[in-house]
Each structure stands twice: as C-alpha cells, then as structure tokens.
T-cell receptor, first 112, second 120 residues
Framework: SQQGEEDPQALSIQEGENATMNCSYKTSINNLQWYRQNSGRGLVHLILIRSNEREKHSGRLRVTLDTSKKSSSLLITASRAADTASYFC????????????FGAGTRLFVKA | GAGVSQTPSNKVTEKGKYVELRCDPI?????LYWYRQSLGQGPEFLIY????????DSGLPNDRFFAVRPEGSVSTLKIQRTERGDSAVYLCASSLRRRLAGDSSYNEQFFGPGTRLTVL
C-alpha cells in the first residue's frame, strides 16, 4: 500500500490565491519530496525536505514537515493558471531498502 | 543532454502476451527506478537499480514481472503472461548516483514520460 496520503484530493482556486496541500505518512522517513505532474507528462521534482528540517522555501513554494505528526504541507503562493497539475508527496523510507513511496496526489485547478 | 526516454510511448497487447518496456536514463546516472501509475493514483514503486544490480525489487507485484539493466545504463522491464490488471502507465526515473540504505542524502529523480500499457 502507498505510504503517503494527500488531502484534499482535489482543489479548485482562483488565480492569485494560495493553495495548500497536505500529506500524511505512516512510518519513519529519511526525507519527503513534492512532485508535480501535468496532464499527460512525467513527474517533475519540486522540493525536498529532510527529516531534521521543519520548513523550506523555494520561490513561491513553502514546505513544512512535522515528524511528530507524520505530516507535511505544500503551500503555493500567488497561484497561476500554469500551476494547474497534480501534486504528489513522496517519501524515502528509513527502514533500509530503496523505496520511494508516493501518495495518491492532490489535483489542483487554478482558474484564470 | 537528453532527459530520460522510454519506448514505446504506448503499447497495446492481448491478455497472456509478453511485453518489454525500455528505459534510457540520463547519461551518467547510476541509479534507476521503475514505477507504475494507475489512473488517479500516484506512482507505485516497482524496482530500484544501482548500476547493473537490482538493489531493491520489493515492489514487483509477482514473478511475472522482471527487470534487467545489463550494462548499467538502459533498463528493460519485462512482463510475462500479461493480465488486464497490468494496464497502467509505467514510469522510469534515474538519478545521479547511488544511495546508501538508510542514508538521508538524496539525489533528485528525473522521470521519463512513461509507457502506457493497455492489456485487452
């Protein structure tokens, strides 16, 4: 079964608004990543946060990680129509092995 | 150079047939991953290669699935006796260097466009 679970499953906002997506996971991790997938295209890595970090920024992206709650959030500020995509969190487990586990994703639609 | 490429982009086959899906990673990337993605779901890990060897094949669903990477570059995912439930997009990703188990370091995975497999 998949490790990460995102919520909401779908999100529709107006251009210029902020979008927040949440991810929860179940077991100990080394790091957590967020990816974007546009319709019909491959995944693109957005940002990584390590297990000993609590917050990270990259441009209009802000990621938080709470290892005590086993959760992360991705905030996209001042959204644009081009941000319309599916967003996935992914975790590298800290249990040996080399699995990267993805959640089911949040489908974001930004209306112009 | 070029990104990760996958061939074919689409494959339609009949139940019970054998298929091979190919992945060409970014040149110089020693790590390679295979995933499959069903509609409305996130990618599901299948197998991870370090160089030529499969370092973690725990995601392969059963023994009908097998993958090779004989020269540490191109990889082929092989599916025997295909079933309708195998229909999905199969994604390949590569990253620059090997990871150590339990290591918190990370190398970004670069994904290919995928092969859409349809089993009729």
């Amino acid at each position: 079964s998949q490790q990460g679970e995102e919520d909401p499953q779908a999100l529709s906002i107006q251009e210029g608004e902020n979008a927040t997506m949440n991810c929860s996971y179940k077991t100990s991790i080394n790091n957590l990543q967020w990816y974007r997938q546009n319709s019909g295209r491959g995944l693109v890595h957005l940002i990584l946060i390590r297990s000993n970090e609590r917050e990270k920024h990259s441009g209009r992206l802000r990621v938080t990680l709470d290892t005590s709650k086993k959760s992360s959030s991705l905030l996209i500020t001042a959204s644009r129509a081009a941000d319309t995509a599916s967003y996935f969190c992914a975790t590298d487990l800290n249990t040996g092995g080399f699995k990267t586990i993805f959640g089911a994703g949040t489908r974001l639609f930004v209306k112009a | 150079g070029a990104g990760v490429s996958q061939t074919p982009s689409n494959k339609v086959t009949e139940k019970g047939k054998y298929v091979e899906l190919r992945c060409d990673p970014i040149s110089g990337h020693t790590a390679l991953y295979w995933y499959r993605q069903s509609l409305g779901q996130g990618p599901e890990f299948l197998i991870y290669f370090q160089g030529t060897g499969a370092a973690d094949d725990s995601g392969l669903p059963n023994d009908r699935f097998f993958a090779v990477r004989p020269e540490g570059s191109v990889s082929t995912l092989k599916i025997q006796r295909t079933e309708r439930g195998d229909s999905a997009v199969y994604l390949c990703a590569s990253s620059l260097r090997r990871r150590l188990a339990g290591d918190s370091s990370y190398n970004e995975q670069f994904f290919g466009p995928g092969t859409r497999l349809t089993v009729l």
